[in-house]
């Protein structure tokens, strides 16, 4: 009875249980356990790391900034995370900007919305925001409950005071107003070590182009309303020291050379000094060599030359289309009496008119020369030159005469210092021209021939005496005179000769060619001439000429006409041998050039000496040649060209050889 009545009190409490719950809640009735289950333990971890992201995250402490570069960093707090219990970051909230925009932060973050929330990676992503420089070290992130789940990641950054303006110290050679236009784009926005770096850069690369290489930004300093203050050392010259000249006087040395003490150092107008000594051919080699007076802080300057031998007695052979195959002798001294001043006496013979034809008689070519510069006139952009001459010579513009000249003349040239490139010249001067016959007995066959009064030679053998005044101006910016690659040479001339005993005249010439590089070593030469007499009547010695090796290639020379006046252009492909530079280092083989050339020209005014020869005036050549510099003489051409056109009187269809010394034109 007693066992009945303990059932029956148990089973009425289980009743009453069941009764108070749910209806599925005696489906999960579960008795007390004294273990959790996995997932319960789960859920509680969960919940305390919750609580866990409710803390701060800040990037390490970072040592103070200096004007040198920033510290890096490295997340403070490392949190090891159960991959099970993941959370998403909801949203990124950004604070405490005023200047930057929000856009700009969130780019940088690694951590966007719909993410893992990982403490690592936010810790990252705060020093990224610190090193793009415009905040403080105050930057934070805190991440806070979202109430759809997941958190909302808060970011708050403390931006750098706003720069008001600049002011800049020590700037001379260099405007303010285009400094300016590097600093004033970061005008406004929060200071910043990395644009003030990057603006010192482009500074002092701005001074460097214009060829101030000295030139530092030496301080920078902002001041507590906002104004950074730059202050610049342009690299004021303390002295010019000239060290190694022994013959040459150091006044000669120095007046080439326009750097001076107190002025800020440029390496253009230092590269310009040195080609000016080194174009005196009084110095083997010139260094410069820089360095800070610790005293004064400024930069001494020292030059050292090194001189060579300026006499020299030269004897040469050679060959040209004009003096045939000849020889020479001559003294030059470069550096006169330690002056700088250039003498020079030369004497050549030759055989004549190479490959000559009936127009011009066999005789040799007899010159002689003395010449004088002083390279320095008054001033240092002025120079005075002397030059006597004798020549005579089977002549190539009067058929069959002796042409004899002798004459002296005087030229003053002047560099444009506005115009670094361009020099005007005149020269005055006398001449003395006389043509005799050389083989009457052939003229009078020749004139016969083409039914031409005998009468008409002794206007064809007019001569005289001529005093002569020639203005021109020369631009050049040709980057070497050897083996040009680069740059513009044009010239205009105007000839006045004043006839005494004879008739006077006037002519005009003009010359252009431009150098243009083609790959690493060849060169495109295009030139242009023309000229033509302006008034008086003009003798045939004094006519234009076209044909031979200066002019129409493929022709003799004065063999495609003579007249009034003409014009001309050429194009030439000049290049190395190939691989010559990988087979030796031999200067003069790497100096040899083949080419490659097209000449076309036509000659204005005919004269009587075309009628007799029938020349035809004009012609168009093509062909192929050798340059080979030699020094002290320059380059010897070598060129054989075929003719496109009629070639008059002269069968030249299997092309023609020419020979000649100098540069073309």
């Not at 030759?350 to 127009?359: E, K, P, V, Y």
């Amino acid at each position: 009875m007693r066992n009945i009545k303990k059932l029956l009190l148990i089973y009425t409490v289980l009743g009453i249980l069941f009764i108070q719950q749910p209806s599925y809640a005696a489906f999960n009735f579960k008795f007390p356990k004294f273990f959790k289950s996995k997932k319960e333990k789960k859920i509680e971890k969960t919940q305390e790391q919750q609580e866990k992201y409710e803390e701060e995250i800040s990037p390490q402490e970072n040592e103070t900034q200096n004007s040198e570069s920033f510290v890096d960093t490295t997340p403070k707090t490392t949190v090891h995370e159960d991959e099970e219990a993941a959370v998403y970051i909801r949203q990124v909230e950004i604070f405490g900007n005023n200047i930057i925009e929000t856009s700009f932060i969130k780019d940088l973050l690694s951590a966007k919305e719909g993410y893992l929330y990982d403490r690592k990676t936010i810790s990252a992503d705060l020093n990224k925001i610190y090193k793009t420089g415009y905040f403080t070290q105050n930057i934070r992130a805190v991440p806070l409950k979202a109430e759809e789940g997941g958190i909302r990641l808060r970011i708050i950054v403390e931006e750098n005071p706003p720069i008001k303006g600049f002011t800049v110290d020590g700037n001379n050679v260099v405007a303010t107003k285009d400094i300016m236009t590097i600093l004033n784009q970061y005008e406004g926005q929060p200071q910043n070590i990395l644009n003030i770096n990057s603006a010192i850069e482009q500074i002092q690369e701005m001074y460097s182009m214009k060829g101030y290489i000295l030139a530092r930004v030496t301080s920078v300093q902002d001041d507590p309303d906002g104004i950074v203050n730059i202050t610049i050392d342009e690299g004021v010259i303390n002295d010019v020291i000239v060290e190694g000249n022994y013959k040459t006087r150091d006044f000669i040395v120095k007046r080439n050379i326009l750097l001076e003490p107190g002025t800020v150092y440029n390496e253009n107008i230092m590269r310009d000094d040195i080609l000016r000594l080194m174009g005196t051919q009084a110095f083997k080699d010139v260094k410069r060599d820089i360095e800070m007076d610790e005293r004064t802080g400024k930069y001494n300057v020292t030059i050292s030359l090194d001189e060579q031998r300026t006499g020299k007695i030269s004897l040469g052979v050679g060959v040209d289309s004009t003096s045939g195959f000849f020889g020479s002798v001559g003294f030059s001294e470069n550096n006169f009496r330690g002056l700088g001043q250039k003498l020079s006496i030369n004497f050549m013979a030759g055989t004549g008119i190479l490959m000559n034809d009936s127009s011009i008689i066999n005789r040799p070519n007899l010159q002689a020369e003395l010449g004088f510069i002083e390279p320095h006139f008054k001033s240092e952009n002025q120079s005075l030159g002397f030059r006597a001459f004798v020549r005579n010579f089977g002549s190539y513009q009067v058929p069959l005469s002796i042409e004899k000249r002798y004459g002296a003349d005087i030229t003053l040239t002047r560099r444009f210092k506005a115009f670094k490139n361009l020099s005007g010249s005149i020269s005055f001067g006398g001449e003395s021209v006389d043509l005799d016959e050389g083989d009457e007995w052939k003229a009078r066959s020749v004139y016969a021939l083409r039914g031409v009064d005998f009468r008409e030679r002794e206007k064809q053998l007019d001569g005289g005496v001529y005093a002569k005044i020639t203005p021109a101006l020369t631009y050049d910016t040709r980057d070497t005179v050897v083996n040009t690659r680069r740059g513009v040479l044009a010239r205009i001339s105007l000839e006045e000769s004043i006839g005494f005993g004879a008739d006077s005249f006037g002519k005009l010439y003009g010359m252009l060619k431009k150098f243009v590089p083609v790959g690493r070593k060849s060169t495109l030469v295009l030139a242009a001439r023309a000229g033509g007499k302006i008034h008086g009547d003009m003798p045939e010695f004094a006519a234009f000429a076209l044909g031979g090796p200066y002019s129409i290639r493929g022709f003799n020379i004065s063999e495609v006409g003579t007249g009034d006046g003409f014009m001309m252009g050429t194009a030439e492909f000049r290049t190395p041998i190939p691989f010559m530079d990988r087979l030796t280092t031999n200067t003069f083989l790497n100096n040899v050039r083949l080419a490659a050339f097209v000449d076309a020209g036509t000659i204005f005014g005919d004269t009587l000496t075309n009628k007799l020869y029938d020349r035809p005036g004009y012609a168009i050549t093509a062909g192929v040649g050798l340059r080979v510099f030699i020094p002290g003489l320059g380059p010897i051409n070598l060129d054989y060209a075929v003719p496109f056109t009629n070639t008059g009187g002269k069968d030249r269809s299997s092309g023609f050889f020419t020979f000649g010394m100098g540069e073309m034109y």
